[in-house]
C-alpha cells in the first residue's frame, strides 16, 4: 500500500523537478541569449521619467530581449539599472549583462537635430558638443565642398541642401555618413513638394527656387508668413532691384537675428542684398517644406514690402512704400520696434 502511494507522489517530485529545470533553462538563455552576436543593432530612446519596467517592454519591441519579465526578475536579484534619459544602440538578442552595462553608461548614440533656419555652421556646432571638435570638424570639410555630392547645386556646399529633422550618430558613424544622410533626406523631402533639379518656376532653377525658400524661410519665420515673403521677393526679382534682406547681411556675419548695423550694410560681400542685384549665390539656412511650397507656389500679388506687426509674428505685406510706412508706425505702437 505505501509503494503504492510513493508512485503519485514520486510523479508529482518528477514533475516539480522538470518544471524547474525548463524554467531555470529558460531564464538561462533570456538571460544570456545565443546567436546575438548575428543579430542587428536597434536604437532604443529612454525618456526622463521612464520606469524600468517601460524601457524593459522598450527593448522587448525592439527585438534586444526576449522577456520583460525575466529581465524584471534578474532586478530584483540584482537591482535595478540606474537609468540615464538618452538614445542607446543595442543588439538584438543581447545578454541582460550587455544589456545592464549599455543602459548603465551615457547614452551611446547622439542626437542631433537640424530644425529648419539652421546654416550649417550652427549645425556644426551643435555636433561639436554632442560628437566632438574633431568630428564636427571633418563634418564641416565634407560639408563645404564636393566630397558629399547633392543632385542640386554646384557642389561646393551642402548650404540649404540638407534635410531638416533629427539625426542619430553612433559610435561606427562617420562624418561623411552623416552628411550623405542629410543630402538624401533633402532629395526625399524636394521630391514630396514636387522640387526636383530640373523644376523651374518664375524664372528660377531649382538652386535659385531653394535659395529663395533659405531667405523665406529666416524671413518669414512662421508658415503662415512664408507665401506672401516668397512673394515678395519674387516680385522684387523681377522688378529688377536688390532685394534689401536682413537675413542674408547677417548670415555672412554668422548671426542669426540681430541688428543690422550701418557697417554691415555698407560691407561689400557676396551676400550683402542691398550692395548686390538678384539672389545670394547660396542658400542661407537649412529650408523647411513649407518654405520651399511657399517659393513653388507664391500666391499672387503686388507685396514688395513687409514687416512684423504683433508679438505673435504675423507680418504685415504692403505694395507701395508708404503702406510699409504704416505698418511700420503700427508695429512700433505695439512696442516692436
Not at 510513493?6 to 538571460?31: E, Y
Not at 570638424?137 to 543632385?151: K, Y
Not at 508668413?225 to 537675413?247: E, F
Amino acid at each position: 500500500m505505501a509503494f503504492m502511494l510513493f508512485k503519485p507522489v514520486g510523479r508529482v517530485l518528477l514533475a516539480v523537478f522538470v518544471v524547474i529545470v525548463v524554467a531555470v533553462a529558460w531564464f538561462a538563455l533570456q538571460v544570456d541569449p545565443i546567436f546575438a552576436h548575428k543579430s542587428k543593432e536597434v536604437i532604443v530612446t529612454v525618456h526622463s521619467g521612464d520606469s524600468f519596467s517601460t524601457v524593459a517592454g522598450e527593448l522587448h519591441a525592439k527585438g534586444v530581449i526576449a522577456s520583460p519579465f525575466a529581465l524584471r526578475l534578474e532586478s530584483l536579484v540584482l537591482g535595478a539599472v540606474d537609468l540615464r534619459a538618452g538614445t542607446y544602440q543595442l543588439r538584438q538578442g543581447s545578454s541582460f549583462a550587455t544589456v545592464r552595462a549599455i543602459l548603465s553608461r551615457p547614452p551611446n548614440v547622439v542626437v542631433i537635430n537640424a530644425t529648419p533656419g539652421l546654416t550649417l555652421h550652427e549645425i556644426a556646432l551643435e555636433v561639436a558638443s554632442e560628437r566632438g571638435v574633431d568630428f564636427a570638424n571633418q563634418f564641416a570639410r565634407v560639408a563645404t565642398n564636393a566630397a558629399t555630392p547633392s543632385t542640386y547645386g554646384d557642389g561646393s556646399s551642402l548650404e540649404g541642401l540638407v534635410g531638416a529633422g533629427t539625426y542619430l550618430i553612433t559610435g561606427s558613424t562617420t562624418p561623411g555618413e552623416l552628411a550623405k544622410r542629410m543630402v538624401d533626406r533633402f532629395r526625399r523631402e524636394a521630391s514630396s513638394v514636387g522640387l526636383t533639379p530640373t523644376s523651374t518656376t518664375e524664372g528660377l532653377h531649382a538652386y535659385q527656387v531653394i535659395t529663395a525658400a533659405s531667405i523665406v524661410e529666416k524671413e518669414g519665420y512662421y508658415p503662415r508668413n512664408m507665401p506672401k515673403v516668397a512673394r515678395v521677393i519674387l516680385n522684387r526679382l523681377a522688378r529688377g532691384g536688390p532685394l534689401q534682406m536682413d537675413s542674408t547681411v547677417l548670415y555672412y556675419f554668422q548671426q542669426d537675428g540681430g541688428t543690422v548695423t550701418p557697417a554691415m550694410l555698407h560691407t561689400q560681400t557676396p551676400y550683402n542684398t542691398y550692395l548686390n542685384v538678384g539672389l545670394t549665390p547660396t542658400p542661407i539656412c537649412t529650408v523647411s517644406k513649407d518654405a520651399l511650397r511657399a517659393v513653388l507656389h507664391a500666391p499672387k500679388g503686388s507685396w514688395l514690402y513687409f514687416t512684423v506687426i504683433n508679438k505673435h509674428g504675423d507680418e504685415a505685406f504692403a505694395t507701395t512704400f508708404s503702406q510699409q510706412l504704416k505698418n511700420e508706425a503700427t508695429a512700433e505702437k505695439r512696442g516692436l520696434e
